[in-house]
């Protein structure tokens, strides 16, 4: 119950396109839902943060989308960029001590 | 700048010996997290603390040992009996409970390679 899957493992968009990056969760006391991006040889810093009272979150280019009936949410990398190669972790969180990770999903966006 | 430092960035160790990996930050936060990173497996808690002379077992706790005598330091000591230590390890802080505002802050991360 404490898992976050999270897919694809990998995933390679072409510049411009929209990269889809989806979580699921099965503990409905998951309150706080973070994405992490870490590129290589470094840590993983916050992108963008949701809780399930709303159903979709937009800070520029990125949007989290957030299913609450379905236990699903999902990034959205809208006019990827190639600077946006990363890997992406989504994350889930009760607001007691710690965070669960997805697996991570590393993201190519090709020229 | 307000951070994280982990060093050293690459640890190479033979197999049977304990090596310890530092963490300092300065920004003041009150939590400390060790995660451990491997391909396809995601960041696996080792260890977190929440205050100075206090701390808790994550979910691979075994084959590790921390200590917190300082605020602004969560050490970790990989033993010997960690029967696969190569790995990513990561070392994150938050200034409460790292949920709303309070943003788990990670350092660049030591990499630590068993001969």
């Known amino acids: 119950q404490q898992q976050v899957k999270q897919s694809p493992q990998s995933l390679i968009v072409q510049k411009g396109g929209i990269s889809i990056i989806n979580c699921a969760y099965e503990?409905?006391?998951?309150?706080?839902f973070p994405w992490y991006q870490q590129f290589p040889g470094k840590g993983p810093a916050l992108l963008i943060a949701i809780r399930p009272d709303v159903s979709e979150k937009k800070e520029g280019r990125f949007t989290i989308s957030f299913n609450k009936s379905a236990k699903q949410f999902s990034l959205h990398i809208m006019d990827s960029q190639p600077g946006d190669s990363a890997t992406y972790f989504c994350a889930a969180d009760t607001g007691f001590q710690k965070l669960v990770f997805g697996t991570g999903t590393r993201l190519l966006v090709s020229p | 700048d307000g951070g994280i430092t982990q060093s050293p960035k690459y640890l190479f160790r033979k197999e049977g010996q304990n090596v310890t990996l530092s963490c300092e930050q300065n920004l003041n936060h009150d939590a400390m997290y060790w995660y451990r990173q491997d391909p396809g497996q995601g960041l696996r808690l080792i260890y977190y603390?929440?205050?100075?002379?206090?701390?808790q077992k994550g979910d691979i706790a075994e084959g590790y040992s921390v200590s917190r005598e300082k605020k602004e330091s969560f050490p970790l000591t990989v033993t010997s009996a960690q029967k696969n230590p190569t790995a990513f390890y990561l070392c994150?802080?938050?200034?409460?409970?790292?949920?709303?505002?309070?943003?788990?802050?990670f350092g660049a991360g030591s990499r630590l390679t068993v001969l």
């Open positions: 503990n409905t006391a998951f309150d706080y």
């Open positions: 994150a802080s938050t200034r409460g409970v790292p949920s709303g505002a309070n943003v788990l802050t």
């Open positions: 603390s929440q205050i100075v002379n206090d701390f």
